[in-house]
């Protein structure tokens, strides 16, 4: 199964890609994560990223594709994948299907997460992660158990450089005006599936798990 969690910043795509990861036991993509993580280690590609993520833009093309190349042709992709937080541009989703292609696969769905402009704010304030193990918290609507301390290994909780203020509003501008007419690319190839994302997690899980239930065999199992 290859799936894509589409919507805007803080829509959930990674809480609920994480969750579909463990039912199917595939791994989750998150070009987000993965530049982190080259970002912190101090690498070429973390070097180039940092520029452009620190201003809320996205990082090139070329740059985010081949880093989701590398990871499709990985053997623990062999079964399927979640990507969340990519394709993010009408030339991403163009190189992720010659990738699928030469990885003799497709696409098996899309889906979009929607949640209010409001919404997206309150949710991007009140985020807070673990630097130790990625958990995401929420001050608003999953605190930790005691205040900025992960309730799994202790460690003190962070805001992530791009969830302050001064670059939300650009985040959102750029998912308003790059990203978003990727639900008209994937509506118009069928594979596009709506899911309220203004509820509680488990609700939207189970949502998403109604849907992927609701597919035939072949569409979850294994490659
Ligand atoms: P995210 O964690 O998905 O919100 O991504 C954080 C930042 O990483 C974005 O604001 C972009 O600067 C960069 N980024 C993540 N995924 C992509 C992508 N597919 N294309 C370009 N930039 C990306």
């Known amino acids: 199964m290859q799936l894509i969690l589409f919507g805007p910043p803080a829509a959930g795509k990674s809480t609920q ?6 039912v199917y036991d595939i791994p989750h ?13 101090g690498t070429p590609i973390g070097r180039e990223a940092k520029k452009y993520m620190d201003r809320g ?12 190349r590398e990871h499709l042709k990985r053997r623990d992709a062999m079964n399927g994948f ?23 696969r497709e ?10 402009d409001e919404e997206v704010l309150r949710r991007i304030s009140g985020r807070r992660i673990c630097p130790t193990c990625d958990k995401i918290y929420n001050v608003y609507y999953n605190p930790p158990q005691v205040p900025d301390i992960c309730d799994d290994d202790g460690s003190k909780l962070y805001q992530r450089d791009d969830d302050r203020e001064a670059v939300v509003e650009r985040r959102i501008e750029v998912y308003d005006v790059q990203t978003k007419p990727l639900i008209a690319y994937y509506r118009r190839r069928d594979l596009l599936i709506d899911i309220s994302g203004d509820k509680a997690i488990d609700a939207v899980h189970a949502e998403i798990m109604c849907f992927l239930k609701s597919m035939p065999e072949s569409f979850t199992a294994p490659f």
Do not use: Y
């Open 57 to 68: 833009l996205l990082v090139p093309d070329d740059l985010v594709v081949r880093l989701v």
């Open 17 to 22: 890609a994480e969750l579909i990861s463990k």
């Open 29 to 41: 993509v998150a070009t987000g994560d993965l530049l982190r993580q080259d970002v912190r280690e």
């Open 82 to 104: 979640v990507l969340d937080g990519f394709p993010r541009t009408v030339s991403q989703a163009a190189a992720l299907n010659g990738l699928m292609k030469a990885l003799g």
């Open 107 to 116: 696409i098996s769905a899309v889906i979009d997460i929607e949640v209010s």
